[in-house]
T-cell receptor, first 109, second 114 residues
Framework: DAKTTQPTSMDCAEGRAANLPCNHS???????VYWYRQIHSQGPQYIIH???NNETNEMASLIITEDRKSSTLILPHATLRDTAVYYC??????????FGTGTSLTVIP | GAGVSQSPRYKVAKRGQDVALRCDPI?????LFWYQQALGQGPEFLTY????????KSGLPSDRFFAERPEGSVSTLKIQRTQQEDSAVYLC????????????FGPGTRLTVT
């Protein structure tokens, strides 16, 4: 039932931008793109979500392509504490989250 | 402000025992979700409450699993006659709105069935 495709793992140097891609080629018009992350032994943490426009908050930026078939989560200055599994989820209002297996991001000192 | 809390944090049960897992959502949150997370996998949806009403239980794996939220706040996930395949982390999340746009997760309960 997974609707998204993410790389299994990525590395990023501390202080550099981390760019996490996600493909969601079958996304429908009403479905939002969500990003959550899960640090080891903790519950998932909401990062950001968007529908069509790019979004930015204090944690990250979300860039959604014009055709909405893919998106990128950007952590502008990665720190060691950003090491986590990042989940890209597409979801219609009221429907359930399907997390998939996510991207394991390792920030390297 | 307290976040979502879950108890116990760890539970070891012998196969065949019944267990009850508790979730205390953020005060005032309308929606409450239960997820099951197996080792190395992402969370998988189990069930969803809007206030006291269980609106979706399509993810419950068998009739041994039962969830309730009688007063629209605290929720309990009960597993009867536990099996080894029930071993997982059980996560609870709550959301202020009915649609669950931004879900706040608890730390989870790690259940080990021996």
């Amino acid at each position: 039932d997974a609707k998204t495709t993410q790389p299994t793992s990525m590395d990023c140097a501390e202080g550099r931008a981390a760019n996490l891609p996600c493909n969601h080629s079958t996304i429908s018009g009403n479905e939002y793109v969500y990003w959550y992350r899960q640090i080891h032994s903790q519950g998932p943490q909401y990062i950001i979500h968007g529908l069509k426009n790019n979004e930015t908050n204090e944690m990250a930026s979300l860039i959604i392509t014009e055709d909405r078939k893919s998106s990128t989560l950007i952590l502008p200055h990665a720190t060691l504490r950003d090491t986590a599994v990042y989940y890209c989820i597409v979801r219609d209002y009221g429907n359930q989250f399907y997390f998939g297996t996510g991207t394991s991001l390792t920030v390297i000192p | 402000g307290a976040g979502v809390s879950q108890s116990p944090r760890y539970k070891v049960a012998k196969r065949g025992q019944d267990v009850a897992l508790r979730c205390d959502p953020i005060s005032g949150h309308v929606s409450l979700f239960w997820y099951q997370q197996a080792l190395g996998q992402g969370p998988e949806f189990l069930t969803y409450f809007q206030n006291e009403a269980q609106l979706d239980k399509s993810g419950l794996p068998s009739d041994r699993f039962f969830a309730e939220r009688p007063e629209g706040s605290v929720s309990t996930l009960k597993i009867q006659r536990t099996q080894q395949e029930d071993s997982a982390v059980y996560l609870c999340a709550s959301s202020l709105d009915a649609g669950g746009y931004e879900q706040y997760f608890g730390p989870g309960t790690r259940l080990t069935v021996t």
